[in-house]
């Protein structure tokens, strides 16, 4: 482990993959807002959540093997690693359906739930950060005293 890694810990490498994700999928529901009307646009939408679900070790053991000597350990890098390339490339297109002229169909009031609620997450996502970010200088301001 880096010396980085070492000062932050895994839980901010994991939280840095999900903001880079998350900024990802707003870039396509906005795409996809700002081209409602342009022929042959096909829709698209990142569903990293589904992916990245997939690629974490689940408590039966049968996906990722992970080393860890506690369940509420954060996942091992590597698999960190895997599941945010595994998500970055899953680009959905036609995400619902097309019409009888080949076009595809988009549904502004899901697109915009779905904008809103990938900002909710991004700034959630954000403030988990600082906090990891406050603990850090807590340690160094109050802890040498």
Same mark, same amino acid.
């Given at each position: 482990?880096?010396?980085? !890694?070492?000062?932050?810990?895994?839980?901010?490498?994991?939280? !840095?993959?999900?903001?880079?994700? @998350?900024?990802?999928?707003?870039?396509?529901?906005?795409?996809? /807002?700002?081209?409602?009307?342009?022929?042959?646009?096909?829709?698209?939408?990142?569903?990293? #959540?589904?992916?990245? #679900?997939?690629?974490?070790?689940?408590?039966?053991?049968?996906?990722?093997?992970?080393?860890?000597?506690?369940?509420?350990?954060?996942?091992?890098?590597?698999?960190?690693? @895997?599941?945010? #390339?595994?998500?970055?490339?899953?680009?959905?297109?036609?995400?619902? !359906?097309?019409?009888?002229?080949? @076009?595809?169909?988009?549904?502004?009031?899901?697109?915009?739930?779905?904008?809103?609620?990938?900002?909710?997450?991004?700034?959630?996502?954000?403030?988990? /950060?600082?906090?990891?970010?406050?603990?850090?200088?807590?340690?160094?301001?109050?802890? !040498?005293?």
């Amino acid at each position: 482990m880096d010396v980085l !890694g070492k000062l932050f810990g895994r839980s901010v490498d994991l939280i !840095g993959k999900t903001l880079d994700l @998350r900024l990802k999928k707003h870039s396509h529901i906005a795409s996809n /807002l700002a081209n409602i009307d342009t022929p042959n646009y096909d829709v698209k939408d990142l569903q990293f #959540q589904k992916i990245l #679900q997939k690629s974490l070790p689940d408590p039966s053991g049968n996906q990722l093997r992970m080393v860890s000597t506690n369940v509420r350990h954060m996942p091992v890098k590597k698999d960190v690693e @895997r599941a945010y #390339q595994r998500a970055q490339k899953n680009v959905v297109y036609g995400v619902y !359906g097309r019409d009888e002229t080949g @076009r595809d169909i988009m549904d502004i009031d899901r697109e915009i739930t779905k904008l809103v609620k990938n900002h909710l997450l991004y700034n959630t996502t954000v403030q988990m /950060l600082a906090k990891k970010f406050e603990v850090i200088k807590y340690a160094i301001t109050e802890g !040498g005293r």
